[in-house]
């Protein structure tokens, strides 16, 4: 993936997200520079749905089990629990923003990456790569919401 300074990543092209899904390879071959607002956003989306991963496994763990628990409130209004993913998706993605560039690192040099990676080239791509299991799972979350 090249990296230009341009601000040519519009995130609300929608063509943008077809190739991201469906041309991985033509998306990433392209010269194409994520401002940093776009990356805090994709973190921490990706980081709101870790939370949404634990809170459900709370559930079937803690709830189901035992109605009259008193995170019961958490997971029975949507109010709550969508205050509760965007404070634990906030506590996420400043981890995730700080620690993980390493082992992100460590991944692509697993995966045969043999130049040295800059750090914002490695935020770039975790952003852009965890947008790809992210959006599917923010878009059930809003319509199970809704319905």
């Not at 709101?48 to 628990?69: C, D, H, T």
Request: include cysteine; proline fraction near 5%; aromatic fraction near 22%.
């Amino acid at each position: 993936m090249k990296l230009n300074n341009k601000n040519s990543f519009n995130i609300f092209n929608p063509q943008i997200y077809f190739e991201l899904f469906f041309k991985p390879s033509s998306f990433f071959q392209k010269e194409l520079a994520a401002p940093k607002l776009y990356q805090y956003l994709s973190i921490f989306l990706f980081s709101m749905v870790m939370a949404r991963g634990r809170i459900e496994l709370k559930y079937f763990q803690k709830i189901i089990p035992n109605p009259e628990s008193p995170l019961k409130h958490i997971y029975e209004n949507w109010l709550y629990f969508w205050i509760t993913l965007i404070i634990c998706g906030l506590i996420g993605s400043y981890f995730l923003w700080s620690t993980n560039t390493k082992f992100f690192i460590q991944r692509l040099q697993w995966s045969g990456v043999n130049k040295e990676i800059k750090v914002d080239e490695v935020r770039t791509l975790f952003s852009y790569t965890t947008l790809i299991y992210t959006f599917p799972i923010i878009y059930i979350s809003i319509f199970q919401s809704f319905t």
